[in-house]
């Protein structure tokens, strides 16, 4: 049985050149993420309550620098994702991510901010320990949640314009997970059962 991720995908963010590295991204990784969000979709829309759609990072704003990571989104619009809380299936040079995601151009932040400071104990009781948060999705460092952290997020949420909202987990690229479709999607369900909490706060926004 082949594994689901190789060495080689990982590899693919080594490649120097913008065009070089954009022509194996997309014949490489964009298919397989493609794949995996598609398979996911179903158990989405059961976890959300929502229709999901599948969009496929296009880096197409790049003109110089070539992108470092790379992914597939769950989103309840057909036309985009980025607005909209989705999750995200992706890679790194140095990681595979599965994760809840928030990002800067979500108008909905600042009620997420409030919800996550009023439900915060229940949330921390639903996020398992092991799950690593961010406050920026375009830096490949995430960190176990603390009070402090988790504070720091809702507030940031709440009175600053770029802040972001990022959960989840990262599998190394020697982690068993790797090794086979069905294990990788199986780690993908518990994310989105996990973090479907997250996910509501920020639902309700545009429901």
Not at 11 to 26: A, Q
Not at 66 to 93: E, M, N, V
Not at 95 to 102: D, E, M, P, S, Y
Not at 166 to 180: F, M, T, W, Y
């Amino acid at each position: 049985m082949s594994a689901l991720f190789t060495q080689q995908d990982f590899d693919v963010f080594t490649i120097d050149g913008l065009e070089e590295r954009m022509e194996e991204l997309r014949s490489r990784l964009s298919p397989k993420l493609e794949m995996l969000a598609t398979e996911l979709a179903p158990f989405a829309e059961q976890v959300t309550d929502q229709d999901m759609y599948v969009h496929v990072a296009k880096h197409a704003r790049r003109t110089k620098n070539p992108p470092k990571d790379t992914w597939s989104a769950l989103a309840s619009s057909k036309r985009g994702y980025k607005k909209l809380p989705h999750f995200q299936i992706g890679l790194w040079g140095s990681h595979v991510f599965v994760q809840f995601a928030l990002i800067y151009e979500s108008p909905f932040k600042e009620t997420v901010g409030q919800k996550m400071t009023e439900a915060k104990q229940q949330i921390l009781n639903t996020i398992p320990a092991h799950y690593v948060w961010s406050m920026d999705h375009m830096k490949p460092d995430a960190s176990p949640i603390t009070d402090e952290l988790f504070d720091k997020i809702a507030e940031r949420l709440q009175h600053i314009k770029k802040s972001e909202l990022v959960c989840g987990v990262h599998l190394q690229p020697d982690n068993p997970a790797l090794a086979s479709k069905e294990a990788f999607l199986k780690v993908c369900q518990d994310v989105l059962k996990h973090t479907a909490i997250l996910y509501e706060q920020a639902a309700h926004q545009h429901a």
